[in-house]
């Protein structure tokens, strides 16, 4: 009975012990998996989405700059290096020569400036009556004729509405640099936005400036960004009038302030320089002029994007032409002869 008992006790024993070890194995084990599983859970962290931004414009039609309306056959003559003519309503390429070709252009590069600051107060309408005050340099800068038009004081603040009223109108320098600074935080920051929204948009054009100044000009100001000492904003005939049809497209009531002959801004008369405008003399009624932006160094010479709106309108540019107004006008006039 002692041996039964003896092998009984030691049968349950060897039970025990079975069940003891592999409940011991199944709580080891579960300790690893939660283990393992809190360190997939620390590798597999979500990481932090970065903000996208939406002063960029991502979108454009695919006819924007398109060929398939182009106008073939003999063009009228002009003294223009490069020109492009534009239906307005498509964005299709009707009249082109060295199109493709980048020159200096001066301010009408301002045009991208305007653009993006723009786009910034249609995400914030509210900013149109923000105060900003310009910087020494600026202040220095709107004290040379040669450079700027209007004059801010030291101190004084001005709207985004009265500044973006100088930049257009008047085509200030330092008001179009202070956009910029306004809404990139800095000039350098915003250059960098210009070239990235001329990327999405396919362009060829690279800008060094805000303004549209070389930085022969802005040097002494502390606005050289980078390039030779006679650097300046490089743009094709088709990327300025790519950027003109988004301006008028995009932000069509933008235009009330490129068709404004004349107005007072903080005291101070502001003159467009566009002379096809209603009451100036290269004006053809018919078509309905209404902008856009003129401009001139001595290394680009005359430049121009004017905007018509009769039929589907127009966007025309023509560089490095002396006769800018009247050979915008000869080329418009053309290409409502082939189409509406």
Same mark, same amino acid.
């Given at each position: 009975?002692?041996?039964?008992n ?7 024993s ?9 409940s011991?194995?199944?709580?080891? +084990? ?24 939406t ?10 700059g ?17 020109y ?6 498509t964005? +299709?390429?009707l ?18 400036t305007?653009?993006l600051?723009?786009r ?11 105060k ?6 600026l202040?220095?800068?709107a004290?040379?004729?040669?450079l ?6 030291k101190?004084?603040?001005?709207? =985004?509405?009265?500044?973006m009223?100088?930049?257009i109108?008047?085509s ?9 600074q ?12 210009m ?6 948009w396919?362009?060829?054009?690279n800008f060094?400036?805000?303004?549209g100044?070389e ?6 100001? #502390?606005?050289? =960004?980078? #390039?030779?000492?006679?650097s ?11 950027? #003109?049809?988004?301006?008028a ?11 404004t ?5 903080a ?9 096809t405008?209603?009451?100036?003399k290269?004006?053809v009624k ?8 003129? #401009?001139?160094?001595?290394?680009s010479?005359?430049c121009?994007?004017?905007?018509c ?9 023509v560089l490095?032409?002396?006769d800018e107004f ?7 006039k ?7």
């Amino acid at each position: 009975m002692q041996v039964k008992n003896k092998f009984i006790f030691g049968l349950f024993s060897i039970i025990a012990a079975f069940f003891v070890s592999t409940s011991v194995v199944q709580a080891d +084990e579960t300790i690893q998996i939660d283990s393992n599983s809190a360190n997939n859970k620390v590798d597999q962290k979500p990481k932090k989405k970065k903000h996208k931004t939406t002063v960029y414009s991502h979108n454009q039609d695919k006819s924007v700059g398109q060929y398939t309306k182009y106008i073939h056959g003999k063009t009228p003559k002009t003294k223009a290096k490069a020109y492009l003519v534009l239906d307005r309503k498509t964005g +299709e390429v009707l009249l082109a020569k060295n199109a493709k070709k980048c020159y200096l252009t001066a301010s009408t590069g301002k045009l991208m400036t305007i653009y993006l600051a723009r786009r910034k107060l249609a995400r914030n309408p509210h900013d149109w009556q923000k105060k900003l005050k310009f910087s020494s340099p600026l202040v220095k800068m709107a004290k040379n004729p040669n450079l700027n038009c209007f004059h801010v004081k030291k101190g004084k603040k001005y709207t =985004v509405n009265e500044i973006m009223s100088s930049a257009i109108i008047d085509s200030d320098n330092n008001s179009a640099i202070r956009l910029g600074q306004w809404v990139a935080g800095s000039n350098k920051k915003f250059i960098k936005m210009m070239n990235k929204q001329a990327k999405l948009w396919h362009l060829s054009a690279n800008f060094v400036s805000a303004s549209g100044l070389e930085n022969s000009d802005l040097a002494p100001y #502390g606005y050289y =960004v980078k #390039g030779a000492w006679s650097s300046g904003n490089l743009l094709s005939a088709k990327d300025l009038a790519i950027i #003109g049809y988004h301006v008028a497209h995009d932000y069509p009531s933008l235009m009330k302030f490129f068709a404004t002959p004349e107005m007072y801004v903080a005291g101070q008369k502001l003159h467009n320089y566009n002379d096809t405008l209603p009451g100036r003399k290269y004006n053809v009624k018919s078509l309905k002029t209404d902008g856009m932006k003129t #401009g001139w160094t001595p290394r680009s010479g005359y430049c121009f994007v004017g905007s018509c709106n009769k039929g589907n309108g127009r966007i025309v540019v023509v560089l490095h032409d002396k006769d800018e107004f009247s050979d915008a006008n000869k080329l418009v006039k053309f290409t409502y002869k082939h189409r509406s």
